[in-house]
């Protein structure tokens, strides 16, 4: 029901900061549960970074925990992800994706398209 469009990705340095963005439409922010998942080469997709719309609450996955925050601005219709001292291991393919809380599953989640995040060395 809902479309999700990431914004961001590129080539950056480790340890620099780099913000990507993600539109939603169709996106209920405060009955659903929205975040960030990332494929890295030769892994599954795993989820890094959510927040709860309810309530605030925030989960973050250990590799990036301290790192990077997921922030949402509803009146706007965005969803947002800072990334800080980044490492060659951030390097992935970054998705968006959203669901109803009340459905309590990613398995079917409005996703985006997904992004390429390189780090270089």
């Known amino acids: 029901e809902g479309k999700l469009v990431e914004s961001g990705g590129g080539t950056v340095q480790a340890g620099e900061s780099h913000r990507l963005s993600c539109q939603a439409s169709?996106?209920?922010?405060?009955?659903?549960?929205v975040g960030w998942f990332r494929r890295r080469p030769g892994k599954e997709r795993d989820g890094i970074a959510t927040?709860?719309?309810?309530?605030?609450?925030?989960y973050y996955a250990d590799s990036v925990n301290g790192r990077f925050a997921v922030s949402t601005d509803a009146a706007n219709n965005m969803i947002y992800l800072q990334m800080n001292n980044l490492k060659p291991e951030d390097t992935a393919i970054y998705y968006c994706?959203?669901?109803?809380?009340?459905?309590?599953?990613?398995?079917?989640?409005?996703w985006g398209q997904g992004v390429q995040v390189i780090v270089s060395s």
């Open positions: 169709g996106v209920i922010f405060e009955e659903s549960l």
């Open positions: 927040i709860r719309g309810s309530n605030g609450k925030q």
């Open positions: 994706g959203a669901h109803l809380e009340r459905i309590e599953t990613w398995e079917t989640a409005t």
